[in-house]
């Protein structure tokens, strides 16, 4: 039976410190919605020359890629779509 190298089991190509981890639907769910109101933000904040709405809707499309956990994704993800509403600079 022909099998596949593991290239991540620590070979001299990928160190053991490197691991790939598969993304949940969760989590694309989430990134893709947040993303989204993200683009949407920076977007108005761009064009009306508003910081709050520019700056959320920057952390909003960064977000997903820096924050792994569902739970914190949404918690900040809800945090910071809500800000521009609160926030008046």
Known sequence: MLRWPNRLAGSPEH???IRLRAL???????G?????????FFTYGKK???VVP???GLALMVLPYLVSNVVWLV???????VAPYFVKI
């Open 24 to 30: 949940t639907t969760a989590e694309i769910f989430w």
């Open 48 to 50: 009306q020359k508003a």
């Open 32 to 40: 893709l919605l947040f993303g989204s109101v993200g683009l949407g």
């Open 15 to 17: 160190p053991p410190s």
């Open 54 to 56: 520019l700056v959320c």
């Open 75 to 81: 918690a900040a993800g809800v945090a910071l779509a």
